[in-house]
């Protein structure tokens, strides 16, 4: 009696010769889940410093030189825009010649903003350049260079 149910049940239902896709996207979609879990993420870091919004005073400040140049015994002398200065005092010097251009500014502004520029003679050591920008770095000026002179 069971068997003639069920064939009088097939008979009733119409035959679909549609394939069943549900599996295939389910395995579609576990596979992706996979290939997207084991992807290498990016791990280059890009340093990127925006500009403020409004520029800043001391970005408006004129850079300040500080000459390098040679005194023909193997030494050398400081100068801040054209006021002579030591290696322990360049920081300070060249400091209190920015802030006498803005007395407004604040001192973390200047050191953040203000440009200083080493003009060297070609006589002078590469050492003592270089301890003349550590020197500077130290002190916590960000922004200091060195400016190339031609050798001609």
């Known amino acids: 009696m069971a068997a003639f149910a069920l064939r009088a049940r097939r008979a009733r239902l119409d035959e679909t010769s549609e394939p069943n896709v549900i599996p295939f996207i389910d395995v579609l979609l576990v596979l992706l889940v996979i290939f997207m879990v084991t992807a290498p993420t990016p791990t280059t870091d890009l340093r990127l410093d925006l500009p403020p919004p409004a520029p800043r005073a001391a970005a408006l400040i004129p850079p300040t030189i500080v000459d390098v140049q040679s005194t023909g015994d193997g030494g050398y002398a400081l100068m801040v825009s054209g006021m002579p200065t030591t290696l322990e005092a360049v920081g300070d010097d060249a400091l209190a010649h920015l802030l006498s251009n803005n007395p407004e500014l ?24 270089v301890a003349v920008v550590e020197q500077l770095q130290d002190f916590g000026y960000e922004k200091v260079t060195v400016l190339a002179q031609r050798a001609d």
């Open 106 to 129: 604040v001192r973390q502004d200047v050191l953040f903003d203000a440009r200083i520029h080493i003009r060297s003679d070609m006589a002078v050591r590469y050492r003592d350049v």
